[in-house]
Nanobody, 120 residues
């Protein structure tokens, strides 16, 4: 069993900052990529940023220069530092890990999501 648990969401004013965390736990053999996605009401889920040891970090154009993704490999944790937040960043943010569990075939695992609301 593998679990991803996000935390750190909340209500913040425009221009403010939040830091999201996501911890992966369970019978994990190896984690290859960790990423953040978000889904606003009425919209499809969209990719925000990702990090892995091979290709480094990547960002969607809409968050480049404002968000920073980082990873603590020993702790199986990924972070998303979000600065200069805008109302259009309001969404449920999901963590995804591409990993192998119990020496099995790699697959995608998702967290339950954490709400981020940017409003004055």
């Amino acid at each position: 069993q593998v679990q991803l648990v996000e935390s750190g969401g909340g209500l913040v004013q425009p221009g403010g900052s939040l830091r999201l965390s996501c911890v992966a736990s369970g019978s994990i053999f190896a984690i290859y990529t960790m990423a953040w996605y978000r889904q606003a009401p009425g919209n499809e889920r969209e990719w925000v940023a990702s990090v892995d040891s091979g290709t480094g970090t990547k960002y969607a154009e809409s968050v480049k220069g404002r968000f920073t993704i980082s990873r603590d490999y020993p702790k199986n944790t990924v972070y998303l530092q979000m600065n200069s937040l805008k109302p259009e960043d309001t969404a449920v943010y999901f963590c995804k890990a591409h990993l192998s569990a119990n020496w099995g075939t790699p697959g995608d695992y998702w967290g339950q999501g954490t709400q981020v609301t940017v409003s004055s």
